[in-house]
C-alpha cells in the first residue's frame, strides 16, 4: 500500500505527460483526477491504521545490499498526518491553477512528481532512500517557481534551490558517516533508520552530526535566521506553488526534527533544547513583527508561516508529551490554515492583479463569501478556541512552559501579534466602502472556488471540535520517541502542563 501512494503520482504524471500537448484543455482535468487517486489511498490508510506505537504497512525490499540500502518505508502516528495533508492538498492546488495557460502539462506532471517526493519523504525509513526523496522535491518546485512564478521567479527559485541544497549536502555527509560508523560497530553496511539509532556515538560526534541534519532541516522549515529565501519564493510563487510550499513542504523540516534528530542524537537533542528553543521564539516574535508591517498581503501570509513554524519547533523541542502532540498536530494545522490563505490571496489576485494591501479596502460588501472563507481562515490561524488553530498551539504552550516556561511566556506573545497582524489585514482589505472602481466590480467566489475551500474548511472545524479523531493516532508514537530518549539519556519527560525541573541526572535530583 505504501509503495502504491508513492508510485501512483508518478504513474499519473506519467499519464498527463502521454496526452498530447495540444490536448491543453485535458491536462489539467487529467491531472486532478489522477490526484484524487492518491487521496483515496490515504484516506483508507488513515481508516485502517491502529492507534499504536510502532511503523504499519511496512515495506523493506533490498535495493542495493552492498551498500546496505533498501526500499523501506513505513508509517506512523507521526508521519500518518502528514501523508494525508498532502494527498489532500495536492488535488486542491491543481484545482486552484485554472490561470495557468503557458506549458500547462509539464505543470501538472511537476506538481504530481513533486507529491510523490514529498509522500515518499514521510514514509522512508532507511535514510538513504529519505535523501534521495528530500533532495527530489527541490527539481519539480525549483521549476514550479521558476516557470510559473512572479517577475523575480528566477532569482526566487535560485534562492530556494541554493538554500536548501546547501544544507541537504551536509545532512548526506551525516548520513554516511552513521552508517560507517554502524558498519565498525555491526559489521556490515546499513541505513536503516533503526539500524542507526542503535549506533553509539562520542559526545563530539553526536553534536557535529546533530547539527548537520538541524541545519538541513532548519533551512527548509525555515528556522530563523535561515528563513531569508521563504518570502520570495512564497510572493513569486504560483498560488499551487505557495500552497504546496507552505503547506507541506516546509514540514519536512519540522517532521526531520522530530523523525531524525531526536531519534538518532538523543543525547544532542537534549543539550540542544535551549539553543533550538531559542531560535523557534526569535521565529515566531520576528516573523509576527515583520508581518504585522508588510503591504504585500501574499508576503503577510508568507512571514506569518515563519511564526507559526516556530511554535512547531518549539514544541518538538520542549520534550514533552504535550509539546510532541502540539508539534504533529500543528503542522497538520498550518497546513490547512496557511493553504487556505494563500489559496483566498491567489484568488483575490486573478481578479485585480495585485496583492497590495492598500488597493484594496470594503471587499466584505462586493465579496461576502470570499470575505467570510478569508475570516474563517484568519480566528483558525489565530487559534481561536473551537478552530483548529487552538488546539495545537494550546499543547505547545502548556507542553513547552514544563521544560522552557520564559520561552513559553514569550512565545504567548506570538498569538497576540498574530492577531493583530491577520486582524489588522483583514479590516483593510475587506471592512469599509469600497473607494476604487475596480474592486466595486469584482465577482464572488464561484462554485469551484468554493468547492476548494469547503474541505479545508471542514476539517478546520473538526479538528478544532474534535482533536482526539489526530490525537489518538498521533500519541502513541510521540510518547514511543520519548521513551527513546529516556532510555538513552539522563532526561525524564515530565507530563504535560508539570511546571517542575525535568533536567534530572538521578531519581530523586531536581
Do not use: C
Not at 545532512?171 to 555491526?186: H, K, P, R, T, V
Amino acid at each position: 500500500m505504501l509503495t502504491a501512494l508513492v508510485l501512483l503520482p508518478v504513474a499519473a504524471a506519467v499519464v498527463v505527460a502521454l496526452i498530447p500537448s495540444r490536448r491543453r484543455e485535458l491536462h489539467l482535468p487529467v491531472g486532478i483526477a489522477l490526484s484524487v487517486l492518491p487521496l483515496a489511498l490515504a484516506g483508507y490508510l488513515f481508516w485502517a491504521f491502529q492507534a499504536e506505537a510502532g511503523y504499519q504497512f511496512a515495506v523493506d525490499a533490498v535495493w542495493y545490499e552492498p551498500w546496505g540500502i533498501s526500499w523501506s518505508l513505513g508509517v506512523d502516528g507521526i508521519s500518518l498526518p502528514l501523508v494525508l495533508l498532502t494527498a489532500l492538498l495536492v488535488p486542491i492546488a491543481l484545482g486552484a491553477s485554472t490561470a495557468i495557460s503557458k506549458r500547462t502539462k509539464e505543470f501538472v506532471v511537476y506538481t504530481l512528481l513533486l507529491e510523490a517526493g514529498m509522500i515518499g519523504a514521510f514514509l522512508a525509513l532507511d535514510l538513504f532512500l529519505f535523501f534521495v526523496f528530500f533532495e527530489a522535491i527541490l527539481i519539480p518546485m525549483y521549476f514550479i517557481i521558476g516557470i510559473w512564478g512572479g517577475e523575480r521567479r528566477i532569482y526566487a527559485s535560485v534562492k530556494f534551490f541554493i538554500y536548501t541544497a546547501l544544507g541537504s549536502a551536509l545532512m548526506l555527509a551525516a548520513i554516511i558517516g552513521l552508517a560507517f560508523n554502524y558498519s565498525e560497530q555491526f559489521g556490515t553496511l546499513s541505513f536503516a533508520l533503526e539500524d542507526l539509532m542503535q549506533v553509539t556515538l562520542s559526545g563530539g560526534t553526536e553534536r557535529w552530526f546533530f547539527a548537520a541534519f538541524a541545519l538541513a532541516f532548519a533551512i527548509k522549515v525555515p528556522l530563523f535566521p535561515l528563513h531569508t529565501w521563504l518570502p520570495d519564493a512564497h510572493v513569486e510563487a504560483p498560488t499551487a506553488g505557495s500552497v504546496l510550499l507552505a503547506g507541506v513542504l516546509l514540514k519536512l523540516g519540522t517532521y526531520g526534527l522530530l523523525r531524525f534528530n531526536l531519534s538518532l542524537f538523543p543525547e544532542a537533542s537534549v543539550d540542544a533544547v535551549p539553543i533550538m528553543g531559542v531560535l523557534a521564539v526569535i521565529g515566531i516574535i520576528y516573523g509576527a513583527l515583520v508581518a504585522i508591517v508588510q503591504p504585500d498581503l501574499k508576503k503577510l501570509v508568507a512571514y506569518s508561516s515563519v511564526s507559526h513554524l516556530g511554535f512547531i519547533v518549539l514544541g518538538t523541542f520542549a520534550l514533552t508529551s504535550g509539546g510532541l502532540q502540539g508539534a504533529v498536530i500543528q503542522n497538520v494545522n498550518h497546513g490547512l490554515t496557511t493553504g487556505a490563505l494563500f489559496l483566498l490571496v491567489g484568488m483575490i489576485y486573478e481578479r485585480r492583479h495585485t496583492k497590495e494591501i492598500s488597493e484594496f479596502g470594503g471587499l466584505q460588501k462586493v465579496m461576502p463569501v470570499f470575505a467570510g472563507f478569508f475570516l474563517f481562515m484568519t480566528f483558525a490561524s489565530i487559534g481561536l478556541p473551537g478552530l483548529n488553530g487552538f488546539v495545537g498551539e494550546f499543547l505547545v504552550l502548556v507542553g513547552s512552559y514544563a521544560t522552557l516556561p520564559v520561552l513559553a511566556i514569550i512565545a504567548a506573545f506570538g498569538v497576540v501579534l498574530a492577531a493583530i497582524y491577520l486582524l489588522w489585514a483583514y479590516e483593510r482589505v475587506f471592512t469599509g466602502i469600497p473607494d476604487k472602481e475596480e474592486n466595486r466590480v469584482l465577482l464572488d467566489l464561484s462554485p469551484r472556488e468554493i468547492g476548494l475551500l469547503a474541505p479545508l474548511a471542514a476539517l478546520v472545524l473538526v479538528l478544532g471540535l474534535y482533536p482526539s479523531v489526530l490525537l489518538d493516532k498521533i500519541a502513541p508514537s510521540t510518547e514511543s520517541v520519548l521513551d527513546h530518549i529516556e532510555s538513552t539519556t539522563d532526561y525524564v519527560t515530565p507530563e504535560p502542563g508539570r511546571l517542575d525541573d525535568v533536567y534530572v541526572a538521578e531519581e530523586g535530583d531536581s
